[in-house]
């Protein structure tokens, strides 16, 4: 079982940036892929970003790509998310989620446990 627990969300202007953390708990965290994902008021939950258990494999949605970048320290059980050169569309609740099989995927489905979020809003 791993808990997660996201912080580091708030109001900043766009072209400014914030960086999500993600604390998870539990021993094996080293051993899981993890993602970041969000969800925009009457939209689907979407792909942001994933890393491998190692941090040897990243991907991103292409939205994001370029202005954001995940990375993982396994000694704290954390994940972060840095994100710059905001944009008004980036507003959304950010959820970090944990994958048993390691692996940096883009796809909800794959992922076994979830935060309870963190809002972001992108002001114009």
């Known amino acids: 079982q791993v808990q997660l627990v996201e912080s580091g969300g708030g109001l900043v202007q766009a072209g400014g940036s914030l960086r999500l953390s993600c604390a998870a708990s539990?021993?094996?965290?080293?051993?899981?892929?993890m993602g970041w994902f969000r969800q925009a008021p009457k939209k689907e939950r979407e792909f942001v970003a994933a890393?491998?258990?190692?941090?040897?494999?990243?991907s991103y949605a292409v939205s994001v790509k370029g202005r954001f970048t995940i990375s993982r320290d396994n000694a704290k059980n954390t994940v972060y998310l840095q994100m710059s050169s905001l944009k008004p569309e980036d507003t959304a609740v950010y959820y970090c989620?944990?994958?048993?099989?390691?692996?940096?995927?883009?796809?909800?489905?794959?992922?076994?446990?979830w935060g309870q979020g963190t809002q972001v809003t992108v002001s114009s």
């Open positions: 890393i491998s258990w190692s941090g040897g494999s990243t």
């Open positions: 989620a944990a994958d048993r099989t390691g692996l940096s995927q883009a796809t909800l489905y794959n992922y076994d446990y």
């Open positions: 539990g021993r094996t965290f080293s051993s899981y892929g």
